[in-house]
């Protein structure tokens, strides 16, 4: 069959033989393409457990017979899975394969019902899936060649398992003699909170977030889990590495590292990871076009042209700028270039202290500045943070030491960082915001 249908059956297959192979750049390149092609990302998430269900998210096994598969929201407050339909009636098929994704075992009809979101029981693998060595015919599921003895479990409504209406979830089966005693399992646990005040530490003020995508890396025999935060996953004794995925929207800053370096756990233990971010974006800010025009001369009444007055403004030639009126004003500012960068700070610096004055901008709001942190900037914290308040002193204080800072001045770099950070602002770019923003992933659990 050559087909463009044949093609993209073919480029599914491929696909589904990257498993979590996150640094495979065409892996991830055709996933994504697989996505384009197809419906958006299946809601929800699936898991394994054991048959009492002890720990929603169990990864090590010691029988294939204690595999059971779970499955719903994948963090408090998310979507579930899609419901059966109709209600009542098995409509999701499953099949095991390795992580590289040779076929193992499947259910060779729809076997799980989904509803309200959640599978409406725990089902045992090996009671639903057939060995692909028998031809489908045996129940069970064939062993794995992946030297950790791990495996790749899938659940769709679509037999053929297009990853991006499909659902997965790794997990280990160790075989163990009949003297060996079974390892007691350790816990590692993922936790994302939204650092509203950005100092980098987990405290009062900061809500944790759900389903941010993290990496687990078993250091050990290389192999990889997804999992969405909050997350607690038993895996066996070794040393792991946790790293928080990068979300495709750009807004999102880390306040933390975004990997815990490696972590050796021993049988028990229980350690919790956690990442610290913020996102950016608009503040109230009005630019130097608003300012220029009838809406801004509008605001501009006398106090805000002493305040102009008050700053230490610099025109093109580095001498004090002090405007008599709106017209000098706004001429000033239309003229405004970095030919002399202390100018151009002094636009943007007007621009900004306009905005606080006239009550657009919270003075106290924190913005991202990290191009100050070269510079002994007071005010202005480890991570590149900074409030506009302290922003707009230190840029009025450089201003009134340095008026004129042509090329090749010793002064400029700093003063353009200034004005980089105001202009930023004044274009609602790099305000902290007060609550989580949306988020998104590439590669998804």
């Known amino acids: 069959m050559n087909s463009p249908i044949a093609g993209f059956l073919r480029l599914l297959r491929r696909t589904a033989g990257c498993g979590f192979k996150l640094l495979a750049p065409w892996c991830l390149g055709l996933s994504l393409l697989a996505v384009s092609a197809v419906q958006a990302q299946v809601s929800g998430a699936i898991f394994t457990t054991d048959a009492t269900h002890s720990k929603a998210d169990l990864n090590i ?106 659902k997965t979830d790794n997990f280990k089966v160790k075989n163990l003699g009949d003297d060996e005693p079974i390892p007691l399992p350790a816990d590692l646990c993922a936790e994302k909170f939204y650092d509203a005040n950005v100092n980098g530490v987990f405290d009062g003020s900061d809500v944790l977030i759900n389903g941010w995508v993290v990496t687990i890396l078993n250091v050990d025999d290389n192999s990889t889990l997804l999992r969405y935060t909050p997350s607690c996953t038993s895996v066996e004794p070794g040393t792991y590495v946790v790293t928080e995925s990068t979300p495709i929207e750009t807004h999102w800053i880390a306040t933390t590292d975004t990997s815990s370096g490696e972590i050796t756990l021993a049988e028990g233990d229980h350690v ?103 510079y002994a900037v007071p005010g202005l914290n480890p991570l590149g943070f900074i409030s506009v308040n302290d922003l707009m002193t230190a840029a009025n204080t450089e201003l009134g030491l340095h008026g004129t800072t042509l090329a090749g001045s010793p002064f400029r770099a700093y003063q353009e960082a200034l004005k980089n950070a105001l202009d930023a602002g004044n274009n609602n770019l790099n305000f902290v915001q007060g609550a989580p923003c949306p988020f998104s992933f590439a590669v998804v659990p």
């Open 61 to 166: 096994y010691y029988d294939k017979a204690d595999v059971y598969l779970n499955g719903g929201p994948a963090h408090p407050g998310a979507a579930g899975l899609p419901d059966s339909v109709p209600a009542g009636v098995p409509d999701y098929y499953v099949q095991v394969t390795t992580p590289d994704g040779d076929l193992l075992g499947k259910s060779t009809s729809a076997v799980v019902i989904v509803t309200g979101g959640e599978f409406d029981q725990l089902y045992q693998l090996v009671s639903i899936v057939k060995t692909a060595s028998s031809g489908f015919t045996v129940f069970g599921y064939d062993d794995t060649d992946n030297p950790g003895g791990e495996y790749k479990v899938w659940v769709s409504k679509n037999p053929l398992f297009p990853p991006s209406e499909s």
């Open 272 to 374: 919790t990871v956690q990442f610290g971010n913020v996102c950016i974006g608009a503040g109230g800010g009005k630019t130097l076009g608003f300012w220029s025009n009838k809406n801004g001369q509008k605001l501009f009444t006398a106090p805000d042209l002493a305040l102009m007055v008050s700053l230490n403004l610099r025109a093109a030639s580095g001498s004090a700028f002090n405007p008599g009126s709106y017209s000098q004003f706004r001429t000033w500012l239309l003229s405004a270039n970095a030919t002399n960068m202390a100018y151009m700070l002094s636009a943007q610096l007007a621009a900004m202290e306009l905005n606080v004055f006239n009550g657009l901008v919270n003075g106290n709001s924190l913005v991202y500045a990290p191009q100050l942190l070269p």
